[in-house]
């Protein structure tokens, strides 16, 4: 870029031409790395680079303050004040913003807001790469076909404001996912994984996991819908949870549209949600799930307000010992509903002091249980109950007295999260996983896998 290159330089620059009350801007330099494969061979690479700016001006009216916001990205030098000028102008022709709030301030900078980005490459994948060949030559060896990705991306965000924010925060978001076919591709099996840096990964464990569920899936059982006893492994825990924290805003539980509002009026904080001590958290310091320790909204929300950027976050507990703690809050939000400022922070964690892993508690089976791979289509039915259906994918096994004795049908579930909670009878060891049909907007979660005794398989699905 000319003139303009670094982006501490873009963050200043655009700062120094605002003409309005307020300023926030956000440069976001992204980097990703990629690997594909399938049939046991790479087949594609790729390593990307790109830059976003987002600007949000405000402007101080005798009504309330307005803001405007633009993104956009491949920002050159000459691009700057136009874009300032827009935003400028949009919130000149915006009606004061509800949430508005003053700009944040008073938050020590951070050491390394002028150094360069962080960025990431094809040597992420140095010892990975020769691990997955290793994996291919084992499938093949066992006549098991492996296709999938790697992806790495590293996000450098620099934040600064108009009343004297200068933030930093660098994000590596790492996803594998790998799935196994029989020859005849009549059998299919998934495993993911989250990771940071891509060297606590192990191709070869995941394909031989897969492998073994390929094996159970040689015999065929076929079962009608209904209520069964089901191990749900934290990846399909993620996914639900995941979608019950973007449903737990404050406003929206006080009036009264949400399955976190009290019947009669306010909200169920402080009630039992579970029997368990089941302990639902968030925290941007978690080991191996380090998130932004401040808050980076590029636009305001039900969760979220751009005058909230550089709010520094705290580990917050939203359910805790089996009791409804928190629910997310904007500073604007709190003061409407009286609760305690707590935005959403980017990870989630769930403890329920369990021990055993999931091999351990389908060994621990008695009678009949299902044991599922994953979820996915998951959509919301009922706000007020939190009632999500959704469809079970790449393997629904029978689990008779501890042993996996087959592959059973695909079924189509319906289930609230907050239902699951109050009926699990058994929580496993927390891990870390990946959610498969979030996975593209929430990677990091550590979750144990649940014993649900009486979970709703609501119809027989054809899904894969």
């Given at each position: 870029?000319?003139?303009?290159?670094?982006?501490?330089?873009?963050?200043?620059r655009?700062?120094?031409l605002?003409?309005?009350?307020g300023?926030?801007?956000?440069?976001d330099?992204?980097?990703?790395a990629?690997?594909?494969?399938?049939?046991?061979?790479?087949?594609?690479?790729?390593?990307?680079?790109?830059?976003?700016?987002?600007?949000?001006?405000?402007?101080?009216?005798?009504?309330?303050?307005?803001?405007g916001v633009?993104?956009?990205?491949?920002?050159?030098a000459?691009?700057?004040?136009?874009?300032?000028?827009?935003?400028?102008?949009?919130?000149?022709?915006?009606?004061?913003?509800?949430?508005?709030?003053?700009?944040v301030?008073?938050?020590?900078?951070?050491?390394?807001?002028?150094?360069?980005?962080?960025?990431?490459?094809?040597?992420?994948?140095?010892?990975?790469?020769?691990?997955?060949?290793?994996?291919?030559?084992?499938?093949?060896?066992?006549?098991?076909?492996?296709?999938?990705?790697?992806?790495?991306?590293?996000?450098?965000?620099?934040?600064?404001?108009?009343?004297?924010?200068?933030?930093?925060h660098?994000?590596?978001?790492?996803?594998?996912?790998?799935?196994?076919?029989?020859?005849?591709?009549?059998?299919?099996?998934?495993?993911?994984?989250?990771?940071?840096?891509?060297?606590?990964?192990?191709?070869?464990?995941?394909?031989?996991?897969?492998?073994?569920?390929?094996?159970?899936?040689?015999?065929r059982?076929?079962?009608?819908?209904?209520?069964?006893?089901?191990?749900?492994?934290?990846?399909?825990?993620a996914?639900?949870?995941?979608?019950?924290?973007?449903?737990?805003?404050?406003?929206?539980?006080?009036?009264?549209?949400?399955?976190?509002?009290?019947?009669?009026?306010?909200?169920?904080?402080?009630?039992?949600l579970?029997?368990?001590?089941?302990?639902?958290?968030?925290?941007?310091?978690?080991?191996?799930?380090?998130?932004a320790?401040?808050?980076?909204?590029?636009?305001?929300?039900?969760?979220?307000?751009?005058?909230?950027n550089?709010?520094?976050?705290?580990?917050?507990?939203?359910?805790?010992?089996?009791?409804?703690?928190?629910?997310?809050?904007?500073?604007?939000?709190?003061?409407?509903t009286?609760?305690?400022?707590?935005?959403?922070?980017?990870?989630?964690?769930?403890?329920g002091?369990?021990?055993?892993?999931?091999?351990?508690?389908?060994?621990?089976?008695?009678?009949?249980?299902?044991?599922?791979?994953?979820?996915?289509?998951?959509?919301?039915?009922?706000?007020?109950?939190?009632?999500?259906?959704?469809?079970?994918?790449?393997?629904?096994?029978?689990?008779?007295?501890?042993?996996?004795?087959?592959?059973?049908?695909?079924?189509?579930?319906?289930?609230?999260?907050?239902?699951?909670?109050?009926?699990?009878?058994?929580?496993?060891?927390?891990?870390?996983?990946?959610?498969?049909?979030?996975?593209?907007?929430?990677?990091r979660?550590?979750?144990?896998a649940?014993?649900?005794?009486?979970?709703n398989?609501?119809?027989?699905?054809?899904?894969?």
């Amino acid at each position: 870029m000319s003139r303009v290159s670094k982006p501490y330089e873009i963050v200043e620059r655009a700062l120094e031409l605002s003409t309005t009350d307020g300023l926030v801007v956000i440069a976001d330099e992204h980097s990703s790395a990629n690997l594909r494969w399938a049939g046991n061979a790479l087949t594609t690479n790729g390593v990307t680079r790109g830059r976003t700016l987002t600007v949000i001006a405000t402007v101080d009216g005798a009504e309330g303050t307005a803001s405007g916001v633009v993104s956009r990205s491949a920002v050159t030098a000459d691009d700057l004040e136009p874009l300032v000028r827009a935003a400028e102008a949009a919130a000149r022709g915006a009606g004061p913003a509800e949430d508005a709030q003053p700009l944040v301030s008073g938050v020590p900078s951070s050491p390394d807001f002028t150094d360069a980005p962080a960025e990431t490459g094809s040597e992420v994948f140095a010892d990975f790469a020769p691990a997955l060949g290793d994996a291919f030559a084992q499938a093949r060896s066992g006549g098991r076909q492996l296709y999938g990705f790697a992806n790495h991306e590293l996000t450098s965000t620099y934040l600064g404001t108009s009343t004297g924010l200068r933030l930093r925060h660098d994000q590596p978001t790492g996803t594998l996912e790998l799935n196994a076919k029989s020859p005849d591709r009549t059998r299919s099996a998934w495993a993911g994984r989250s990771t940071r840096d891509f060297k606590d990964v192990d191709p070869a464990a995941m394909d031989a996991e897969l492998a073994q569920r390929l094996g159970w899936a040689e015999r065929r059982i076929d079962l009608p819908a209904g209520r069964y006893e089901t191990l749900l492994p934290p990846t399909a825990v993620a996914d639900l949870l995941i979608y019950q924290l973007w449903s737990s805003a404050a406003r929206d539980a006080v009036e009264g549209r949400t399955v976190f509002s009290q019947p009669g009026g306010g909200t169920r904080l402080g009630e039992t949600l579970a029997p368990l001590p089941l302990t639902l958290r968030s925290d941007p310091h978690a080991p191996g799930l380090e998130s932004a320790p401040f808050v980076i909204a590029h636009s305001s929300g039900d969760s979220a307000s751009v005058f909230d950027n550089g709010l520094p976050l705290a580990p917050t507990d939203w359910i805790r010992d089996g009791k409804l703690e928190r629910l997310t809050t904007t500073r604007h939000s709190a003061a409407l509903t009286g609760l305690p400022v707590a935005p959403a922070i980017d990870n989630l964690v769930l403890d329920g002091g369990g021990e055993r892993s999931l091999e351990e508690m389908v060994a621990a089976t008695t009678g009949r249980a299902l044991l599922l791979t994953c979820l996915w289509y998951i959509r919301e039915v009922d706000p007020a109950t939190l009632l999500l259906t959704g469809l079970t994918r790449d393997g629904v096994y029978l689990v008779e007295d501890g042993q996996v004795v087959g592959e059973v049908n695909n079924f189509r579930f319906n289930e609230s999260p907050v239902d699951l909670l109050s009926r699990a009878s058994e929580a496993g060891r927390t891990e870390k996983t990946l959610p498969r049909e979030w996975g593209d907007w929430f990677t990091r979660a550590a979750m144990p896998a649940l014993r649900i005794p009486d979970f709703n398989m609501s119809s027989v699905s054809q899904g894969v």
